[in-house]
């Protein structure tokens, strides 16, 4: 019916007539905070092929890619149609900062920023020199700062809505709280940027509490897809945590910044579980594990995470940073070398010769051996061992001895809730 009553010209319009048609729905105004959020991301006119894609239009495709569980860019660089499609959806529907002619009220600041070196209004000198194009920078960030202040009071307008009801946890929606905690995390991080401590503070506060009511959501839905498992007659060997691991990222992000350290620990370490095969919770784990000083098992997970993906360059970066502190994994007499050296190619890489990293990399290949037998998968615990003997010459014998005729179950091979808006699979025979 929007698209018939002309309602669907853009993402904004169709949810801001979706809000005036439903507005006791939190569902429509968090789907209205997150097209306020893209419609004020600065586009640039430029040919929809992933070589010329500037920084935001690939934070969006890879938003996209996540969000259909697709490699990222960094991986398949080529675009799919459906992926230039919606490129050339954003750009069409964008407001044109930062490229192409400005409009009165971009004008208006390029005005000012120029008045400021005594140079004359845009309309007198039209042409852009490299001072205008930092100006125009400066402008994006405004609007992109004003669409994510314009999400965050339709978010809470959502939780509003939510609260109204006083709906118990079984019936609240996380997504809401999701979106909500990801908005308040990113305008506290743009603060501490520009050097608002203490107003950064507030937000990181205000993202904390909304995302613990989602931590709870999540919570009662392991515990419902548990209980449901058990119904359905599965082994107790094949009941596994489910949860969202984005809700539980973001809330530890806040833990973190307000210092509240075994909380995000906690967090973190639940959703590893959660999700053991995945870099990025490996990522996070070690992060927080390096502020609560726990320095070798910091660098375990920090490992891991570039076992599952070798381009994680923030797990590089933190690697580096951690054997920068250590004077025996920096060593540049000859022998065995630092710890992480440079390839050919300019690509950071383990020093298995030098005794910390070896020390680092047996540590991180046993403790992922263990969280994944633990965490019942047993075949991909096979694998990580065969892998520790055969690749990294690791002896069998730092590996406890394992029952060989396990193999992974059904639910922990696909990860997924079960009597929570699921379909059930069968039971295991």
Not at 235 to 245: M, Q, S
Request: glycine share 6%.
């Amino acid at each position: 019916s929007y698209v018939r009553n002309f309602d669907w010209r853009d993402d904004v319009a169709l949810w801001r007539s979706a809000v005036e048609t439903c507005p006791r729905s939190f569902k429509v105004h968090k789907g209205y905070a997150g097209s306020l959020r893209i419609e004020a991301q600065p586009a640039f006119p430029l040919p929809v092929e992933a070589a010329q894609l500037d920084g935001m239009e690939q934070a969006f495709i890879n938003a996209q890619r996540r969000r259909d569980r697709a490699d990222l860019l960094s991986k398949v660089s080529a675009l799919t149609p459906k992926e230039s499609a919606r490129v050339q959806r954003w750009r069409n529907v964008m407001p044109k900062t930062g490229g192409g002619t400005p409009d009165e009220t971009e004008i208006y600041f390029i005005d000012q920023e120029r008045k400021k070196n005594a140079r004359k209004p845009y309309a007198e000198d039209p042409a852009f020199d490299d001072a205008d194009k930092q100006i125009r920078s400066l402008w994006a960030g405004v609007i992109a700062e004003r669409g994510l202040d314009k999400a965050l009071a339709r978010v809470e307008e959502g939780i509003r809505v939510l609260d109204s009801g006083d709906l118990p946890d079984s019936k609240q929606d996380n997504t809401l709280f999701y979106d909500a905690g990801l908005y308040y995390n990113t305008k506290a991080r743009v603060l501490d940027e520009r050097g608002d401590a203490q107003e950064a503070t507030r937000y990181y506060q205000r993202a904390y509490e909304i995302l613990w009511r989602g931590v709870k959501v999540d919570k009662h839905v392991n515990q419902v897809s548990k209980d449901a498992m058990r119904k359905r007659g599965l082994r107790e060997i094949d009941i596994i945590d489910v949860g969202n691991p984005k809700i539980r990222t973001q809330f530890v992000v806040a833990a973190l910044r307000l210092g509240r350290l075994q909380e995000a620990y906690e967090s973190a370490a639940f959703t590893r579980r959660m999700v053991p095969l995945e870099s990025e919770q490996a990522y996070v784990l070690g992060m927080v594990l390096r502020e609560m000083k726990q320095d070798e098992q910091s660098r375990s997970n920090l490992i891991q995470a570039l076992m599952f993906n070798g381009q994680n360059q923030q797990a590089w970066q933190a690697l580096g940073e951690a054997y920068a502190k250590i004077p025996e994994a920096n060593s540049a007499k000859p022998g065995p070398g630092a710890a992480l050296l440079t390839t050919n190619e300019g690509a950071p890489m383990l020093n298995i010769d030098n005794a910390v990293a070896k020390a680092d990399l047996a540590r991180a290949v046993k403790d992922l051996e263990a969280l994944l037998w633990d965490t019942k998968r047993y075949d991909e615990a096979k694998k990580i061992r065969m892998k520790g003997t055969a690749e990294y010459k690791l002896p069998p014998s730092i590996f406890p001895v394992r029952d060989p005729s396990l193999k992974t179950g059904v639910v922990a091979r696909s990860g997924r809730a079960i009597g929570v808006d699921e379909e059930e699979p069968p039971p295991a025979q």
